[in-house]
């Protein structure tokens, strides 16, 4: 059953002529039930005069200035505040791993072709190298499951 929720969503991503991201950011707006309808008209309001997130990101705006644009005119009570990173959760164990999951057959002839296995994770481009006794290994404790 879907929750049907009046709400404004936007977002923005600003790349760079090296396809770098250079700005991404966006805001999401949710009424609560019983909002009163002068909030709702104020949000409407301030949602049809806003600059586009990227513009407002290129021009230095913080996330408390995007939230004082959209809600203007409306008293705001932040709750709570998080620092943001990307981080990967890759590592030469979970790795090791889905070498494993190929399979004895793949294992096998990764060994016999005696020669350094590599593999990238696709979300951090981090390099995670298996010499020829390291994949023997994982074959011998993929047979001994």
Known sequence: MSEQTPSVCAL???????????????YIIQLLPACPDEIIDKIEKNISEIPSVTKMLSQGFTADDIANKAMQGIELDKLDESSISYKCNCSKERVENAIISTGIDNLK???????????????CDKKYKFSPDEIRKLLKAATDK
Not at 109 to 123: K, L, Q, Y
């Open 12 to 26: 923005g991503v600003l790349v760079n002529p090296d396809l770098t991201v250079k700005h991404a950011g966006g």
């Open 109 to 123: 002839e990764m060994s016999e072709a005696n020669e350094d296995t590599v593999v990238e994770c696709h979300f």
